[in-house]
């Protein structure tokens, strides 16, 4: 597991600690994208900054680029049930996103334990298929 803080925009090229940052997840199988919907900034831009997050991605390794990913929404405790709702689907129509979303608050906790469990299901499942792709190789060479 590797905590990434927000990467800067040139972090491919070098801008800031970007390669270092994006070396270490080249060691993962998961990529989550922890967004804070309600930041104290009424300005910030969730959807640009994760659009920003994957041209990153996709500077530095094409491969890394299309690992897995999960949206993380982060501080919807916040936020009544209808700005949930609203929000969510903002952000998700805005990236076109296609993979896993979830709705979390790691203040008061709400959402992180399925997020977990999921997690470790998924992460399991990746497991499972990289020990068998093993055997079906070994027994390749062997045969």
Known sequence: MADIPGLIEGAAEGAGLGIRFLKHL???RILLHLVDVAPPDPEAEPVKAV????AELKKFSKELASRERWLVLNKMDLLSPDERETLAKQIVKG????GPVFSVSAATGEG???LAAKLMERLETLRQQAAEDEQAEAAK???
């Open 26 to 28: 080249s060691r993962t």
């Open 51 to 54: 659009k920003a997050l994957a």
């Open 95 to 98: 990236l076109r996103w296609k």
């Open 112 to 114: 992180c334990r399925e």
């Open 141 to 143: 060479l062997e045969g």
